[in-house]
């Protein structure tokens, strides 16, 4: 191994080095230390600190992030890519045999591999770092060969099915097991879920005997740049996309390409996220769809719905609203919310057309359904994510139904010019008539009440992708 400012000594089972530096304000996204690697190694090990002072309110401290690249090199693209764990973990290790989640086992080849370092941010004092590296020799031993979810399951045919698209385990910064997801997924009354590690596709294969008839599991990534994070939702297994570039880099249509050549969605998350990195500035022109709601709803989605609404201009270029629970942990709750599709069947292929359509709604559990439909004088008749095509002066009828509201709540009808009409859930279905000259598009949502002296609207239940009135 050669470090700068290494120190050599034994360490447990090998021999280890120890690098320590600092870095300043205005130090670069990613750092990477050499590591030689010779011939003969086992595994190899990583573990690291780095000092976090004191700094003013309202100031970032600082926050380290690390990975590793092996010996095929660092170039944007993940080529070498062996793992990342970000801030979660303060050790790793790799060989043939396992890997800490996170990484992907695999022999430890000759070469010089790279840990990089990550400064998320860096305190106005910078950042005091220790770096220290072992190298553990014997056998390589054999890799497992990798078990990945299947793509469909028996499902229930053309059907509504629910899923959480965005969600995280302890092979990124989750607390759960792959199979406290599974059961908790199940609890949802869930049909299907997207596994979305950090920057890693370690999680991929980690849901063996987790599957089944009832659950189908997808495979994905949450790529975390610095100028927002976006989901790869249903790639094919093993897909790998890098997230070390901003929006000035102009790296990520290149991403976005490969999400689709490798049958996945291209989905912003949580866009307008107030936390440092996570506001979304690579615009909408290669997504498929937009992450509107993420968890309990906030003041934070109320901006993502309103960004999204004036994004509905028009029918050949909209983007779908989506809404996954991000759940990392307990009392997080997976399924809040969810994203209810109609599909042909329960297969990665007819959900993904399914939600780049928008023939979907967003509940906030399993106990809530919601239709949408809009008819016209001849029968003729559209729902969620289709166009009803009438006479531009023909009267059209919208009705709203909703099962399992909240007590209290109350339903919306919304069109390009605002909402146009709200009654209690109570009161049963909502219809409000109208034209294609006067409404673009009709969406729908469920809020619960109002937090008095909040000033916001009242929290969404539940809320639908438009419904299209198209002049003839």
């Known amino acids: 191994m050669s470090f700068a400012h290494a120190e050599e000594g034994p360490g447990p089972e090998g021999s280890s080095r120890t690098v320590r530096g600092h870095l300043p304000t205005g130090a670069p996204d990613f750092v990477y230390l050499p590591v030689e690697v010779p011939s003969g190694i086992r595994e190899i090990a990583v ?58 086992a695999g022999p430890v080849r000759a070469g010089t591999w790279h840990v990089v370092l990550g400064p998320y941010t860096v305190a106005p004092q910078g950042m005091d770092y220790e770096v220290t590296v072992t190298l553990r020799e014997g056998d390589s031993g054999e890799t497992p060969r990798p078990v990945y979810p299947p793509e469909r399951a028996k499902g229930r045919g053309r059907a509504w099915y629910r899923g959480d698209c965005h969600l995280h385990t302890v092979h990124s910064d989750g607390a759960r097991t792959p199979g406290e997801v599974a059961a908790a997924a199940r609890k949802a009354g869930l049909d299907f879920v997207t596994t979305t590690e950090h920057n890693t596709t370690s999680g991929h294969a980690a849901w063996e005997g987790l599957w089944g008839d009832d659950l189908l599991i997808l495979c994905g990534e949450e790529i975390t740049t610095r100028n927002g994070h976006w989901l790869a939702l249903g790639t094919d297994p093993g897909t790998f996309l890098d997230w070390r570039y901003r929006a000035r880099d102009d790296a990520y249509p290149r991403f976005a390409r490969a999400v689709h050549r490798a049958g996945g969605l291209v989905v912003p998350a949580h866009p307008n996220c107030p936390f440092v990195g996570c506001q979304w500035k690579f615009g909408y022109e290669h997504a498929d769809a937009v992450e509107v709601w993420n968890g309990p709803w906030t003041a934070d989605d109320e901006l993502a719905l309103a960004a999204w609404d004036n994004l509905l201009v028009a029918q050949d270029d909209w983007l779908p609203a989506m809404g996954n629970s991000d759940a990392h942990r307990e009392p997080q709750v997976v399924g809040l ?136």
């Not at 309110?57 to 926050?63: D, I, Q």
């Not at 801030?87 to 396992?98: L, M, N, P, Q």
């Not at 146009?420 to 409404?439: D, I, Q, V």
């Not at 909040?454 to 539940?462: F, T, W």
């Open 337 to 472: 919310p969810q994203t209810v599709v109609h599909a042909d069947g329960l297969n990665r292929r007819d959900l993904l057309r399914g939600i780049r359509a928008g023939r979907s709604y967003l509940a906030e559990s399993s106990a809530l359904s919601l239709g949408l439909t809009a008819t016209g004088p001849r029968g003729a008749h559209a729902t969620i994510g289709g166009t009803l095509r009438t006479d531009d002066e023909a009267e059209v009828t919208v009705t709203l139904t909703v099962k399992g509201a909240p007590e209290g709540a109350t339903l919306h009808l919304v069109t390009d010019e605002g909402t146009m009409r709200t009654a209690p859930a109570a009161s049963g279905p909502l219809a409000w008539k109208t034209t294609a000259s006067l409404a673009t598009y009709v969406r729908a949502e469920v809020r619960r009440p109002a937090k008095e002296g909040s000033g916001l609207p009242g929290a969404m239940a539940a809320m639908s992708n438009p419904v299209w009135l198209e002049s003839r």
């Open 47 to 104: 573990s690291y600190r780095y000092d976090k002072p004191q700094v003013p309110s309202g100031t970032p401290g600082n926050a380290l992030d690390i990975g590793v690249f092996d010996e095929r090199g660092t170039g944007l693209g993940g080529r070498g890519f062996r793992g990342w764990s970000g801030g979660f973990r303060d050790s790793f290790a790799i060989s043939a045999e396992k890997a800490t989640p996170g990484y992907l």
